[in-house]
T-cell receptor
Framework: GENVEQHPSTLSVQEGDSAVIKCTYSDSASNYFPWYKQELGKRPQLIIDIRSNVGEKKDQRIAVTLNKTAKHFSLHITETQPEDSAVYFCAAIGPQNQGGKLIFGQGTELSVKP | GAVVSQHPSRVICKSGTSVKIECRSLDFQATTMFWYRQFPKQSLMLMATSNEGSKATYEQGVEKDKFLINHASLTLSTLTVTSAHPEDSSFYIC??????????????FGQGTRLTVV
C-alpha cells in the first residue's frame, strides 16, 4: 500500500521567512495530494491540494509543487506569520478503485518566531 | 466546505466498557468514511475504511472485533470501541468524502473524540 514520508519533523523559522516541507510517496498510482494544518486538539484543516495532472498550485502565501517522476511533493509557505505555527501533514490518496485511502505523512511541527 | 460532525468530543469510560463514537456528514452524502487514531504529537494512523452498506476494510494490525465500524447510511458511520482498556485511550477522528466519478475529492474531518479509559 501507499507510504508517505515527510520531513522535517520540526521546523523553526523567523517571522517573514519562508518554510518548506517535503514529502515522498511510494504508490505511483496515487493521484491526489492534500496538505493539512492541525492545531493542538483540533481537526486537520485542508490548506491546499494538488492533483497528479498539475505540477504546481499557489494560493496567496502557500504553494505546492508535485514531481510525479520522483514521487515527491512540497509545501512552500512564504512570509510566514506566528499564526502559521501548527503541525502540517501531507497526505496522498490512491485511486478510488483501490479504496481511495488517505494516508498521512508523519507531520511537521512548524514554529514561527516573532 | 462541507461539515462533518463527530460526537462525543470527549468521553471517559471505565475499563471493560464499550464506547460508541458517531460521525455524521451534515450536508453531503459520504460514500466513504475513514477512521483514524492519533497519539499525542504523532500522525493520523488509518484504522479502517468504511463504505456505505458494506463491511469496513481494516488496516493491518487493527483488531476488527475490538473496533467495530458500521456505515449504515450515506451520512452516518459509527466506531465502537469494545471492552476498552487504558491503552485504547487516544484521539479518534473520522473523515468523510464524497465521490465524484473516479476523481478523488477533498476529505472533511470531524472534530475528533478524546477517549480516556480509566
Amino acid at each position: 500500500g501507499e507510504n508517505v514520508e515527510q520531513h522535517p519533523s520540526t521546523l523553526s523559522v523567523q517571522e517573514g521567512d519562508s518554510a518548506v516541507i517535503k514529502c515522498t510517496y511510494s504508490d505511483s498510482a496515487s493521484n491526489y495530494f492534500p496538505w493539512y494544518k492541525q492545531e493542538l486538539g483540533k481537526r486537520p484543516q485542508l490548506i491546499i491540494d494538488i492533483r497528479s495532472n498539475v505540477g504546481e498550485k499557489k494560493d496567496q502565501r502557500i504553494a505546492v509543487t508535485l514531481n510525479k517522476t520522483a514521487k515527491h511533493f512540497s509545501l512552500h509557505i512564504t512570509e510566514t506569520q506566528p499564526e502559521d505555527s501548527a503541525v502540517y501533514f501531507c497526505a496522498a490518496i490512491g485511486p478510488q478503485n483501490q479504496g481511495g485511502k488517505l494516508i498521512f505523512g508523519q507531520g511537521t511541527e512548524l514554529s514561527v518566531k516573532p | 466546505g462541507a461539515v462533518v460532525s463527530q460526537h462525543p468530543s470527549r468521553v471517559i469510560c471505565k475499563s471493560g466498557t464499550s464506547v460508541k463514537i458517531e460521525c455524521r456528514s451534515l450536508d453531503f452524502q459520504a460514500t466513504t468514511m475513514f477512521w483514524y487514531r492519533q497519539f499525542p504529537k504523532q500522525s493520523l494512523m488509518l484504522m479502517a475504511t468504511s463504505n456505505e452498506g458494506s463491511k469496513a476494510t481494516y488496516e493491518q494490525g487493527v483488531e476488527k472485533d475490538k473496533f467495530l465500524i458500521n456505515h449504515a447510511s450515506l451520512t452516518l458511520s459509527t466506531l465502537t470501541v469494545t471492552s476498552a482498556h487504558p491503552e485504547d485511550s487516544s484521539f479518534y477522528i473520522c473523515s468523510a468524502r464524497a465521490r465524484q466519478g473516479w476523481m478523488n475529492t477533498e476529505a472533511f474531518f470531524g472534530q475528533g473524540t478524546r477517549l480516556t479509559v480509566v
